[in-house]
């Protein structure tokens, strides 16, 4: 037993942590081709059925007075492109809640595949890649639903997948982090009712955060969901607002912070 | 393949701390190429985080330690791609088929699937597993996964092979069968460090071994010459009625080299056990039972690290 594969550089490089991510996301896929169906229909479902009972049916006991506050848009209008980010956020949560613990601790997935020449940071990598790949399939799906309903003004809400995927991403990161810390799944019932919930009715999906208290407003404008709603619904609504840049910025920043705390919360847990 | 002089992992006062807690406290050993490496000791001993060390996925605290002439500081995944490493607990990918397992462990190692689909096929054959490839891994019985999980550490061919507690668990057809396959992996040059607390394991498959207790080396060598040392070659071991220990007082001196008093017998260490029996014989004292045996690694492990429960 003498000629070894795939030994690697001893430098970390770039190229060594994509290709470990790359495995990582191949393993996924792997057990996701079992299951997409299921999971695809669902992606399908969910605007359907927010968009026929609170975007037809609630929309219709709204004055008409209501287009001034929601930008001269129908409520159909303002409420599709806000459910497509916060659904994001909703699945990216979740996928970093027992998903990831199941891996640290009750199947001890990472401490076989860390066995290998995989390290941390590819671990983290592939795993924000494969939530990636998700939020791609569903707001491609969301979008074409979207569509059906004659929400999109132009092509530029092709931009709305790269922007919903930032803004599950921007979610997944700080949860993984989360996560590493735990030693029982009790904290995530807990993060669902207290955060991601509340940010889900808050954060301008339903309606503008302008209409809350000014406190409120700015508790709002702090969480990454806002400024992902913002681009979400700029770009199907080809009404980008003027601070696109900012929204854009805070997420990508945040994203960057959130996933280095991840990596340092995992290596501690993973690597004693 | 005999074991050879070459040593392939060497280990001078390996250290880990959690916090302040010692595991392995300064311990120095080597492991030769070729041969089987044996960790003995109770629970807590410091056998797993020695082992850990040696497979870089836990950080050495202090000390040299060099594996496969390579720094686990600084060179972890190049000396992980010549490993097998067979965890205390399996850790299977249960959402998984048994051969999909094989196939995406072989890919965390960048080996192709076109080079590892015929040795999976091989490694199942000679894990016994051919059967059950497509099968999930849950509804595998404890031995088929322990047999899964050590294929799963040969998919990269690897040079040294750590296997943790391999047996533990298994009933004993499960026990021989993994026994034959790691003499035969021996056989074949492969490296084998293990860590166990069943002597008839060490004794089994270990050229060498050492015996660590409280964080320590408290002995080395092959099994005979542990067994020497620390113990005679036999063991007289009696049985005396309940009613007449207390007047036995003394009468045992000298018939043995060591005499050990347990609740339910007395263990005669002598290097002739029927001579020793003979003697019981001619004081008279009153035995219900007498047995001769020879004396076992189980022994020098029980003198070693004491009879007290760890737990």
Not at chain 1, 82 to 108: D, H, N, V
Not at chain 1, 148 to 159: D, E, K, N, Q, V
Not at chain 2, 100 to 117: G, H, K, Q, W
Request: with cysteine; hydrophobic share 45%.
């Amino acid at each position: 037993m003498a000629v070894i594969a795939g030994s690697r550089p001893s430098v970390p490089s770039l190229a060594a942590a994509l290709g470990g991510a790359a495995r990582i996301l191949q393993r996924n896929l792997l057990v996701y081709r079992r299951t997409w169906r299921g999971s695809l229909f669902g992606s399908f479902l969910t605007p359907l059925l927010y968009l026929s009972a609170m975007g037809i049916g609630l929309a219709t006991l709204m004055a008409n007075g209501a287009r001034g506050a929601l930008g001269g848009f129908s409520y159909v209008d303002f409420l599709g492109p806000g459910i497509l980010a916060s659904s994001c956020m909703q699945s990216a949560s979740f996928e970093s809640t027992y998903p990831i613990m199941g891996k640290i601790m009750w199947r001890k997935n990472y401490e076989a595949i860390l066995a290998t020449p995989i390290q941390v940071h590819h671990l983290l990598l592939g795993e924000l890649s494969w939530i990636g790949f998700r939020m791609t399939t569903m707001s491609s799906v969301f979008l074409v639903v979207l569509t059906l309903f004659g929400i999109p003004r132009s092509p530029l809400a092709l931009l709305a997948i790269p922007f919903a995927v930032l803004t599950g991403l921007a979610f997944a990161a700080p949860i993984i982090a989360f996560s590493a810390t735990r030693t029982n799944d009790s904290g995530f019932a807990a993060l669902f009712r207290f955060v991601i919930n509340p940010l889900f009715l808050f954060s301008g999906t339903f309606f503008p955060v302008s209409q809350l208290p000014d406190a409120v407003e700015w508790v709002a404008a702090a969480t990454p969901l806002y400024h992902g709603v913002a681009l979400v619904r700029g770009a199907v609504l080809d009404a980008m607002p003027a601070t696109w840049p900012l929204h854009l910025a805070y997420l990508l920043v945040f994203l960057a912070a959130t996933a280095y705390v991840a990596y340092r919360l995992l290596y501690r847990r993973l690597v004693k | 393949m005999p074991p050879t002089d070459e040593v392939l992992v060497h280990a001078r006062g390996l250290t880990k701390r959690f916090g302040e807690f010692t595991a392995v406290n300064a311990v120095d050993f080597d492991v030769r190429t070729a041969e089987a490496f044996g960790f003995l000791g109770p629970n807590g001993a410091g056998k797993t985080s020695t082992m850990k060390m040696i497979a870089c996925s836990s950080p050495v605290t202090d000390g040299d330690l060099s594996v496969i002439g390579m720094d686990p500081r600084r060179q972890a995944a190049q000396i992980k791609a010549r490993l097998g490493v067979v965890p205390q607990t399996d850790n299977l990918d249960a959402e998984l088929s048994v051969i999909e397992n094989l196939l995406m462990y072989a890919r965390y190692f960048d080996i192709p699937t076109s080079v590892s689909r015929p040795r999976a096929a091989e490694l199942l054959e000679f894990m016994q597993l051919t059967e059950r490839a497509n099968d999930q891994v849950e509804p595998l019985s404890g031995g088929m996964k322990r047999r899964l999980t050590i294929a799963r550490a040969l998919i990269n061919e690897p040079e040294l092979i750590i296997l943790d507690e391999p047996t533990t668990g298994l009933d004993p057809q499960a026990r021989h069968l993994l026994w034959e396959r790691l003499y035969r992996l021996k056989q074949r040059g492969a490296t084998l460090i293990i860590t166990t607390h069943y002597m008839d394991e060490a004794e089994q498959l270990c050229d060498r071994l050492v015996v660590m207790d409280k964080a320590l080396i408290v002995a080395a060598g092959t099994p005979r010459e542990l067994i020497e040392q620390y113990s005679t070659r036999e063991v007289l071991e009696l049985r005396i009625p309940d009613g007449a220990r207390e007047s036995l007082d003394g009468r045992l001196d000298g018939l043995a080299e060591r005499v050990e008093e347990l609740p339910d017998r007395y263990l005669l260490y002598a290097d002739d056990g029927e001579h020793a029996l003979e003697a019981v014989h001619a004081r008279e004292i009153p035995i219900e039972s007498a047995l001769v045996r020879r004396a076992t690694l189980e022994d020098v492990f029980l003198r070693l690290t004491g009879r007290s429960l760890v737990e």
